[in-house]
C-alpha cells in the first residue's frame, strides 16, 4: 500500500485574537455545540461547516480558513448567530475572515459571489442602504454574468422581470435617501 505525503498543518498561533481583535468578535466562547450548523440554510454547499471554521480560526489554522468557500458561500442570514447559545457572531466571524482573505490577495474560490459581496458593500458604502437596480447593475458587469447572458440569450428574461417588478412598484428607478449616512460611512471604513 502507498502511503500519502501531506504537508504539515501550518499553525499561525495569533491567528484567533487577530480575528477577535479586528472585528471585536468573542469566538473562543464557542464549545462546538454545532447548532449553527445544523441551523445553516446553506452547508449543503460548503466545503467546511459553520462549527469547523470557528473550530480551524480556535486552532490557529488560518490558511484553511482564508482559502475555504464556505466563507463566500455564507449567506450571512444569522440564523447561526441566533442559534449561538454563547452568542458567538458566527455570520461577524465571516464577514471578518472574508475581509482578511481580500487584504490577504489570497484566491476567492467563489469569484461571482465575491463580485456579489463587494457590489452590495460598495451600494452601502455610497448611499447607506442597498438599491437594487444599482446592485444588479454592478453585479452583472463585474462578474462577466451580463456578457454570458448577452451571449445566451437569457438577459431577455432578466429584462422581463425587470419590467415586471418595476410595473408593480417594486424596483424604483431613484434610490431613497436615509438619514445619517456620514455614520455608516463611518462605520464601514
Known amino acids: 500500500?502507498?502511503?500519502?505525503?501531506?504537508?504539515?498543518?501550518?499553525?499561525?498561533?495569533?491567528?484567533?485574537?487577530?480575528?477577535?481583535?479586528?472585528?471585536?468578535?468573542?469566538?473562543?466562547?464557542?464549545?462546538?455545540?454545532?447548532k449553527c450548523t445544523n441551523g445553516c440554510p446553506v452547508t449543503?454547499?460548503?466545503?467546511?461547516?459553520?462549527?469547523?471554521?470557528?473550530?480551524?480560526?480556535?486552532?490557529?489554522?488560518?490558511?484553511?480558513?482564508?482559502?475555504?468557500?464556505?466563507?463566500?458561500?455564507?449567506?450571512a442570514c444569522e440564523t447561526c448567530t441566533t442559534r449561538?447559545?454563547?452568542?458567538?457572531?458566527?455570520?461577524?466571524?465571516?464577514?471578518?475572515?472574508?475581509?482578511?482573505?481580500?487584504?490577504e490577495g489570497i484566491q476567492i474560490p467563489q469569484p461571482k459571489t465575491f463580485a456579489f459581496h463587494k457590489a452590495f458593500l460598495d451600494d452601502i458604502k455610497r448611499r447607506g442602504r442597498m438599491f437594487e437596480g444599482r446592485l444588479m447593475q454592478s453585479y452583472l458587469l463585474n462578474s462577466g454574468e451580463l456578457f454570458r447572458k448577452i451571449l445566451d440569450g437569457s438577459i431577455k428574461e432578466?429584462?422581463?422581470?425587470?419590467?415586471?417588478?418595476?410595473?408593480?412598484?417594486?424596483?424604483?428607478l431613484v434610490p431613497k435617501g436615509i438619514k445619517a449616512k456620514k455614520e455608516i460611512k463611518q462605520i464601514l471604513k
Not at 449543503?44 to 480558513?65: A, N, S, T
Not at 449561538?84 to 487584504?103: R, S, Y
Not at 432578466?158 to 424604483?172: A, C, D, Q, V
Open 1 to 34: 500500500m502507498e502511503s500519502v505525503q501531506q504537508s504539515p498543518v501550518k499553525i499561525d498561533p495569533g491567528f484567533s485574537d487577530l480575528v477577535q481583535t479586528s472585528a471585536g468578535l468573542n469566538v473562543n466562547a464557542c464549545f462546538q455545540c454545532r
Open 44 to 75: 449543503f454547499v460548503m466545503d467546511i461547516h459553520p462549527d469547523q471554521v470557528i473550530r480551524l480560526v480556535l486552532l490557529g489554522q488560518k490558511e484553511e480558513v482564508l482559502r475555504c468557500s464556505t466563507i463566500w458561500v455564507c449567506s
Open 84 to 103: 449561538c447559545p454563547n452568542e458567538v457572531d458566527i455570520a461577524g466571524t465571516m464577514d471578518a475572515l472574508k475581509e482578511m482573505a481580500v487584504k
Open 158 to 172: 432578466e429584462i422581463s422581470l425587470g419590467w415586471n417588478m418595476f410595473k408593480r412598484g417594486r424596483l424604483p
